[in-house]
């Protein structure tokens, strides 16, 4: 079993700046791809970064030169650094982990960007 938990989330005002983190735990042998996806009301769910277990990352546009994903794999832990805050941020940001062949959700954490 593999539970992934979730922090930093909160309101920021625009052009503010938010580090979320997500730590695994569990029955983790073989950790292949990490990352986050946001999900506001009323839209569909997006992917924004990814990071695979030698640190390959891949942004969604919307994110590019504003968003920084790390991990480290001695903790099983991703990080979502976001700068420049835009309020079309706002979203509920769920990171995930993709192990073998199964993936494990996160239990999703709040991003306010708000004047």
């Known amino acids: 079993q593999v539970q992934l938990e979730e922090s930093g989330g909160g309101l920021v005002q625009p052009g503010g700046s938010l580090r979320l983190s997500c730590a695994a735990s569990?029955?983790?042998?073989?950790?292949?791809?990490m990352g986050w996806y946001r999900q506001a009301p009323g839209k569909q769910r997006e992917l924004v970064a990814t990071?695979?277990?030698?640190?390959?990352?891949n942004y969604a546009d919307f994110v590019k030169g504003r968003f920084t994903i790390s991990r480290d794999n001695a903790k099983n832990t991703v990080y979502l650094q976001m700068n420049s805050l835009k309020p079309e941020d706002t979203a509920v940001y769920y990171c995930?982990?993709?192990?073998?062949?199964?993936?494990?959700w996160g239990q999703g954490t709040q991003v306010t960007v708000s004047s």
């Open positions: 990071i695979t277990s030698g640190g390959s990352t």
């Open positions: 569990g029955s983790i042998f073989s950790i292949y791809t």
């Open positions: 995930y982990t993709r192990i073998s062949i199964t993936t494990y």
